[in-house]
Nanobody, 126 residues
Framework: QVQLVESGGGSVQPGGSLKLSCTAS????????MGWYRQAPGKERELAAI???????????DIADSVKGRFTISRDTAKNTVYLQINSLKPEGTAVYYCNAKVAHRGSWPVTENYWGQGTQVTVSS
């Protein structure tokens, strides 16, 4: 009932920037939180950033310490879209970046269910 589609990944040199996008679609009633996780080769998936408050003018965000100051998360509530601006990329930033959303849809309301995107590859290499 809900699909998440990511875009914006690619290959960049160290120090470069990328902006990832993720849009949720389907029979959505409400989205309580949207975020980005990443999984580097041979490692477990970890949280990069999450945005919870639906008020676009005053969002509530949580950014992982390892990327704080370089990653910025934002959200367009009307479009059910979340963005991740990644600056000053480092080689250890090479990973598959996954979008996550907590969504109540027509079949689950008022219960919120957890959804994942298919992932977008970010490769940082000189």
């Amino acid at each position: 009932q809900v699909q998440l589609v990511e875009s914006g990944g690619g290959s960049v040199q160290p120090g470069g920037s990328l902006k990832l996008s993720c849009t949720a679609s389907g029979t959505i009633v409400s989205v309580s939180a949207m975020g980005w996780y990443r999984q580097a080769p041979g490692k477990e998936r970890e949280l990069a950033a999450i945005i919870t408050r639906a008020d676009d003018a005053n969002p509530a965000t949580d950014i992982a310490d390892s990327v704080k100051g370089r990653f910025t998360i934002s959200r367009d509530t009307a479009k059910n879209t979340v963005y991740l601006q990644i600056n000053s990329l480092k080689p250890e930033g090479t990973a598959v970046y996954y979008c996550n959303a907590k969504v109540a849809h027509r079949g689950s309301w008022p219960v919120t269910e957890n959804y994942w995107g298919q992932g977008t590859q970010v490769t940082v290499s000189s």
